[in-house]
DNA sequence: CATAGTTCCGTAAACGTTTACGGTGGCCGA
DNA sequence: TCGGCCACCGTAAACGTTTACGGAACTATG
């Protein structure tokens, strides 16, 4: 005599009414209910997953997909860590499990997500690391999974996302380092076609062209973004004949790969060249300091896990107006690294 | 009609047949067996997981708990993230499921821990950031469930642990730097009791007695492990009237904060203090570059798969001679942060 | 030919839940 | 008194598997 049953005949009542006293039914009456719920907690039991899973066909388990070893992400990845803290904290209201589902790096993540949804494993999964075009919008929606994304794609199936605020950041940079004289700027963006970073260079374009300045197609870097890719950018831009007074880093990591390329080649950030990029744990110990966007990621988290849930039916009564599609704002910190300024 | 059912009646045999035929037993025909695999392929039937756990009690789910959040771990997490990449090309094999089981910051790892036991969620477990006094270890030999640590810990249960070469890099560190003339010699040790970073202090103060020198004490310099512990390192040991000629950094990451801990004071690592410490691809980009240990963690995760696949009675015999406790051994990599040397 | 053994397959129970359905008893109003 | 309603509870089916058991057909052995 096992579980339920067990419980069930310890109180000398039928295993119905302990489930429905356990899943607050209301067509229980609270006294038993309050016996049921002491017992539960003195013979310590806790309700099989399996069971549940196979008779409700829902397995209360949500899946953070991210990858792994690939250097796509790069984020340092205490970046999705902080992220996911946030997640978490909303699912543990509602007694939803979060896992992370790390898909490696020798493994096709569209593979590695079928197998996830094939397997029954989630009830809703959270995407990371979106791609411009990514066929896996498409085969959740067609399988009616619910899912948010963080990053955008031009893979629109409605699916509510929240993503970097690359038109904010790149006006404010912009604005900023034109007023202070520079008129040369060069900026980064991811070397595939990750999330939408083009956003960042059109908006950059556009806030230039406000100020009557152009984006030289030559101050365009693609970078890998981790500390190679900045370190490869630094080379690349230094080498250049008539080089850039500024630029924006607009990866969270690359920035202490391009300190490291301007040093080896006796500059100094925020003297030779105007930096702004973004502010990481590992940024605070770049010196001259960086003047970057900083951002609240266990907030993003948070706002993830209830964009989530507002669009699965069962939850969706607790957050009537969560906002499904939003870009995360950040604000600016003001280092040295853009000290540099020309004269007017 | 879903499910094994309808892919028994669809080739018109029983259900019990085509169970056995997909899950490979050998009292099936195996002409039958091929149409069953052919049927299954072409109606994409996979297998209800709550059903089978249901009935078997099992969930072919391992569990990679990892603390997130706290700077406990520290690693800059891409060290975890390799190390489990090396554990999911292993489970692969056996149709595991490897996910990560991301402990908040916010929660205590053994409730934690214990909720996810409860709930049934996994079939075998592995674990970081082990303590020098680690409750889960008992709690989960009490409940016989099978796990494996990354770190040793002084609560011996008997489970396989693999770990760093802690002794061996503080062998080789110290009769580096007396070869070099250094008899200062300051080292840094885990700032509380994680894992069993008091070993590398044992070891260094063993080795430099073969060396006829002692370990001062006030050279033992307990840190986070992160770039602000290494800052925070680089601060104290600066202060100090006759500082150390060398130091050891055992943890990945805190060579970053120290080295910008110097060059705020205007010294140079590699010609004022000598450095070893451990790689990591941030190291990668410190000048001047970093002597240290370095370590393949992919094949860190494959042991430790192994190492658990062992104990697990359904796999243990894929693995006969797995090594269940092993110290991780790790090369040097030599840089031109212990260029300085004293005169003999 | 009788017997024993082997190979393969079908039957049905079991895993632990949830929940539709129906039933009992009490209360109330007509 | 009766019918109806309500609050509460028990019964049993269902979810999709796996597997012990037994049986049928066939082969080998004497």
Same mark, same amino acid.
């Given at each position: 005599?096992?579980?339920?049953?067990?419980?069930?005949?310890? #109180?000398? !009542?039928?295993?119905?009414?302990?489930?429905?006293?356990?899943?607050?039914?209301?067509?229980?009456?609270?006294?038993?209910?309050?016996?049921?719920?002491?017992?539960?907690?003195?013979? &310590?039991?806790?309700?099989?997953?399996?069971?549940?899973?196979?008779?409700?066909?829902?397995?209360?388990?949500?899946?953070?997909?991210?990858?792994?070893?690939?250097?796509?992400?790069?984020?340092?990845?205490?970046?999705?860590?902080?992220?996911?803290? &946030?997640?978490?904290?909303?699912?543990?209201?509602?007694?939803?499990? #979060?896992?992370?589902? #790390?898909?490696?790096?020798?493994?096709?993540?569209?593979?590695?997500?079928?197998?996830?949804?094939?397997? &029954?494993?989630?009830?809703? #999964?959270?995407?990371?690391?979106?791609?411009?075009?990514? $066929?896996?919008?498409?085969?959740?929606?067609?399988?009616?999974?619910?899912?948010?994304?963080?990053?955008?794609?031009?893979?629109?199936?409605?699916? $509510?996302?929240?993503?970097?605020?690359?038109?904010?950041?790149?006006?404010?940079?912009?604005?900023?380092?034109?007023?202070?004289?520079?008129?040369?700027?060069?900026?980064?963006? $991811?070397?595939?076609?990750?999330?939408?970073?083009?956003?960042?260079?059109?908006?950059?374009?556009?806030?230039?062209?406000?100020?009557?300045?152009?984006?030289? $197609?030559?101050?365009?870097?693609?970078?890998?973004?981790?500390?190679?890719?900045?370190?490869?950018?630094?080379?690349?831009?230094?080498?250049?004949?008539?080089?850039?007074?500024?630029?924006?880093?607009?990866?969270?990591?690359?920035?202490?790969?391009?300190?490291?390329?301007?040093?080896?080649?006796?500059?100094?950030?925020?003297?030779?060249?105007?930096? !702004?990029?973004?502010?990481?744990?590992?940024?605070?110990?770049?010196?001259?300091?960086?003047?970057?966007?900083?951002?609240?990621?266990?907030?993003?988290?948070?706002?993830?896990?209830?964009?989530?849930?507002?669009?699965?039916?069962?939850?969706?009564?607790?957050?009537?107006?969560?906002?499904?599609?939003?870009?995360?704002?950040?604000?600016?910190?003001?280092?040295?690294?853009?000290?540099?300024?020309?004269?007017?």
């Amino acid at each position: 005599m096992t579980g339920i049953r067990r419980l069930a005949q310890h #109180l000398d !009542i039928s295993i119905g009414t302990v489930s429905r006293a356990l899943n607050g039914r209301p067509d229980v009456n609270e006294e038993t209910r309050r016996k049921v719920l002491e017992a539960a907690a003195e013979l &310590g039991y806790v309700p099989n997953q399996s069971g549940r899973s196979l008779r409700q066909g829902t397995t209360n388990i949500i899946g953070f997909m991210m990858q792994t070893g690939t250097e796509i992400t790069g984020q340092g990845d205490t970046f999705f860590m902080s992220v996911f803290d &946030g997640v978490q904290t909303v699912f543990a209201r509602h007694h939803l499990d #979060l896992v992370a589902l #790390l898909c490696s790096s020798e493994e096709d993540p569209d593979d590695y997500l079928r197998r996830v949804v094939a397997r &029954g494993f989630a009830d809703g #999964l959270i995407l990371s690391a979106t791609q411009r075009h990514d $066929p896996r919008f498409e085969f959740l929606a067609k399988r009616k999974i619910p899912f948010v994304t963080l990053g955008r794609s031009l893979t629109d199936v409605g699916q $509510p996302w929240l993503d970097l605020d690359f038109e904010g950041m790149a006006q404010t940079s912009i604005d900023r380092l034109v007023a202070k004289g520079h008129h040369r700027i060069a900026v980064t963006r $991811p070397h595939d076609d990750i999330n939408l970073g083009h956003l960042f260079v059109d908006q950059s374009a556009r806030a230039l062209a406000a100020h009557g300045l152009t984006l030289d $197609p030559d101050l365009v870097f693609s970078s890998k973004p981790n500390e190679a890719g900045g370190y490869h950018v630094a080379q690349q831009l230094l080498a250049m004949k008539d080089r850039p007074t500024a630029i924006l880093l607009v990866n969270e990591t690359i920035a202490i790969g391009f300190y490291r390329g301007m040093s080896e080649a006796g500059l100094k950030p925020g003297r030779d060249i105007a930096i !702004i990029g973004r502010q990481s744990p590992q940024s605070h110990f770049l010196s001259p300091s960086l003047t970057g966007f900083t951002l609240s990621r266990r907030d993003l988290g948070i706002a993830l896990a209830e964009a989530l849930l507002a669009t699965m039916p069962a939850f969706s009564h607790f957050y009537p107006d969560a906002e499904l599609r939003k870009v995360w704002s950040e604000d600016l910190v003001e280092g040295e690294s853009d000290a540099f300024s020309l004269p007017a």
